[in-house]
């Protein structure tokens, strides 16, 4: 990303429903890029943003995450966590591109091409404010949630 101002996107999420970022204008916005559904890793990231999800409304606060599984998978993983936020399909990279979030990355001694796990946090008035590459999981939530709750 080239600018500090959040990209207009779209994406299928689940519940049936297009995610759209600019249908969140006025609100603050969460948005967290993972590799996949049900590995551990990801399983871990998804339960701790569940398990803070109130407060993170409670700040004016939407939560978003986006990997490249179909929707199918995603409303797999939601149910099976119940988790209270959208899990938006990038099957096509497209969005993942925009935020320059796929990489090779170093699996078990081999070289694949994935995302990386990051995220990025947008003020109520769509711009970027912190934004995390390359993180580990256990603990991110909560240090997104003590980022957003500084953002005025």
Known sequence: MTTNQIPDFSLPATSGTIFTQS???????????????????????????????????????????????SLKSHESFKAKFTLPFE???D??????????VIKQKNMYGKQVYGIERSTFVYDSKGILRQEWRGLKADGHAQQVLDTVLMLK
């Not at 049900?38 to 407060?55: A, I, S, Y």
């Open 91 to 100: 099957t096509d990279e497209t969005v993942c591109k925009l935020f320059n």
């Open 23 to 69: 249908s969140y204008q006025g609100k603050h916005l969460v948005i967290f890029f993972y590799p996949k559904d049900n590995t551990p890793g990801c399983t871990t990231e998804v339960q701790q943003f569940r398990d803070l999800h109130d407060q993170f409304l409670k700040a004016n606060c939407v939560v978003a995450g986006i990997s490249r599984d």
């Open 87 to 89: 899990l938006l399909s």
